[in-house]
């Protein structure tokens, strides 16, 4: 099973939106899986049938948790994913880079959590996965008219969503590297200059939206910019880890993630995780002062 577990943990990642509960749920699916491997045929591939007990156990813990469909408003429980992991799904590969990226693009994530459960399901496993819709019908219980018009409701949310990420580029680096020399001179109007117009500051999990280059810009003048940052990527897009000022020298303290994404004018949104745990998933190395 080793081989798919990285998938498997992907797909959770998608279904949740969440990286502790990806790591959560995903521990659920292997006890399942072992405690049901005497029912494995081989009728189909091993893959396709730890997909089958993954989503099912995505969509319990969906239900236990309570999680309705956030309709409208900032998703409170979404977390980054590090693209280091994806490489490990994808063996290098450019095209299913390219393509595993786009499918867990912060937009597309947000987008899925807007979903009820089992369109989610439905979009994912036939959109993403590439399942028939005889094959996702057989594993919802449900017709196949039925997963054909869930797949339909769930194109038309996502229609309304920009879930698919423009390619990073060389300049996008450079863009980001300026931000962080301007924000760490405390100059605010080259940030600002950086920011495309329309610019959008998130703080999950605070239910908090800046809108607008100036206000945007306005909320870093009030950060310090005394702590020390390294460019990592998560979810297809450039990122900071952010650490918090060291003592004497010795390892500085995690803060969070920063996740950047650009438009062709600019930083097009910002969404920062004040969470340092989710650092321990980037595989950096220690920072000190």
């Known amino acids: 099973m080793a081989p798919h577990l990285q998938g498997l943990h992907v797909h959770c990642y998608r279904m949740l939106g969440s990286y502790h509960d990806a790591e959560e749920v995903l521990q659920e699916v292997l006890l399942r899986a ?35 469909p956030v309709i409208a408003g900032e998703i409170g429980f979404l977390e980054p994913y590090p693209d280091r992991l994806l490489d490990e799904v994808t063996g290098g590969d450019p095209a299913m880079v390219a393509e595993t990226r786009e499918s867990v693009a912060l937009a597309f994530v947000v987008a899925l959590q807007r979903l009820p459960a089992t369109q989610r ?11 028939s819709a005889a094959e996702v019908a057989d594993l919802l219980g449900c017709s196949v008219p039925a997963v054909n018009s869930s797949l339909q409701r769930a194109r038309g949310t996502l229609g309304t969503s920009n879930g698919t990420p423009r390619s990073l ?12 020399q301007a ?26 939206v800046i809108r607008g280059r100036e206000q945007v810009a306005g909320f870093f003048a009030t950060i310090p910019a005394d702590g020390v940052v390294t460019v990592t990527q998560a979810n297809g897009h450039l990122a900071l880890a952010a650490y918090l000022p060291g003592e004497d020298g010795g390892p500085c303290p995690a803060y969070g993630l920063v996740v950047f994404t650009f438009a062709a004018d600019g930083i097009d949104s910002i969404t920062g995780f004040p969470d340092p745990t989710l650092l321990q ?9």
Do not use: Y
């Open 169 to 180: 580029d060389r300049r996008d680096e450079q863009v980001l590297g300026r931000f962080v």
């Open 121 to 131: 399901a439905t979009l994912v496993l036939r959109e993403v996965l590439g399942w």
């Open 34 to 68: 072992w405690r049901a491997l005497d029912t494995f045929e081989g009728r189909a591939p091993l893959r396709h049938w730890l997909i089958r007990i993954t989503t099912t156990t995505c969509l319990k813990a969906i239900e236990r948790k309570g999680r309705q």
């Open 281 to 289: 998933f980037f595989g950096l190395p220690v920072v000190h002062a």
């Open 183 to 208: 924000w760490q001179r405390s100059d605010i109007a080259a940030l600002a200059a950086l920011l495309h117009e329309d610019a959008v500051l998130r703080m999950p999990p605070e239910d908090v």
